[in-house]
């Protein structure tokens, strides 16, 4: 079975930045996310893909 690693961000005084439903209202800490988080779990599901897809490939025998 293949992992991916799930990312963890800690956000310092997250208590101002998220509304009382729990959506993130902090523009600085969503513009973050969005250039950083996503961007590493991305590249971290095409790598695990990869890894899957290469170890699914039969090998030949000669």
Partial sequence: ?????VLEVI???AQNKFDANG????????NFLKKN???TLLSG??????QYVNQAKPKRVF
């Fill in 45 to 50: 599901l095409k790598n695990w893909f990869i």
């Fill in 11 to 13: 956000a310092t005084f």
């Fill in 37 to 39: 988080y996503f961007k």
């Fill in 23 to 30: 959506k993130l209202t902090d523009e600085n800490t969503r």
């Fill in 1 to 5: 079975m293949h992992q991916v690693n």
